[in-house]
């Protein structure tokens, strides 16, 4: 749909955003839910610069820790999903708010406010580093922290991967 509508979805995305946002916090699981799986669809498939404002004046502003949460989840999505040059025209915005995101209250906040910067990092690496310079201590050593784990996995990925190849107790190693 958004393929076949473009602009005319992008426009209209834009009007629903802000209701979709509010709906986060709803009581009802089921509006809750809603009301998010939308928000993430319109983020994966409507690549608008127009609606990065909304997301990150919400996820920097808003009071209700269900709706940073999401969205700061929605910003992560949004930096993978993104070419670089739609986040260029808002990029101190989102250097922001992944700023105030790593820094939250709230801990699933703070994990994809972490996730948010390692897919920052790939588009904008050196405002990345000046990003990293400007975060408290605390949030630098969690960063750091996360690097090395996922550093440390991948190598444990790559061994587990070898072991299993060249392992003579592996099915496809015996002979029958």
Request: with cysteine; aromatic share 6%.
């Amino acid at each position: 749909m958004a393929k076949v509508l473009r602009n005319k979805i992008d426009q209209f995305s834009l009007y629903i955003l802000q209701e979709l946002i509010n709906l986060i916090q709803n009581a009802a699981k089921v509006v809750s839910s809603a009301g998010t799986v939308c928000v993430r669809y319109i983020v994966s498939y409507v690549h608008s610069p127009r609606l990065l404002p909304v997301i990150v004046t919400n996820l920097t502003t808003n009071k209700s820790k269900e709706i940073r949460s999401t969205l700061s989840e929605v910003l992560v999505l949004m930096l993978e999903k993104w070419p670089a040059q739609t986040i260029e025209k808002q990029q101190a915005a989102v250097r922001d708010a992944i700023r105030r995101a790593c820094v939250d209250a709230d801990s699933t906040c703070r994990t994809y406010g972490r996730r948010a910067y390692a897919a920052y990092k790939r588009h904008f690496p050196e405002d990345a580093e000046q990003l990293f310079a400007r975060l408290d201590s605390a949030a630098q050593k969690q960063i750091e922290r996360e690097r090395n784990i996922g550093s440390v996995d991948s190598l444990h990925h790559v061994g587990t991967e070898r072991r299993a190849i060249t392992s003579p107790r592996s099915p496809s190693a015996s002979v029958s």
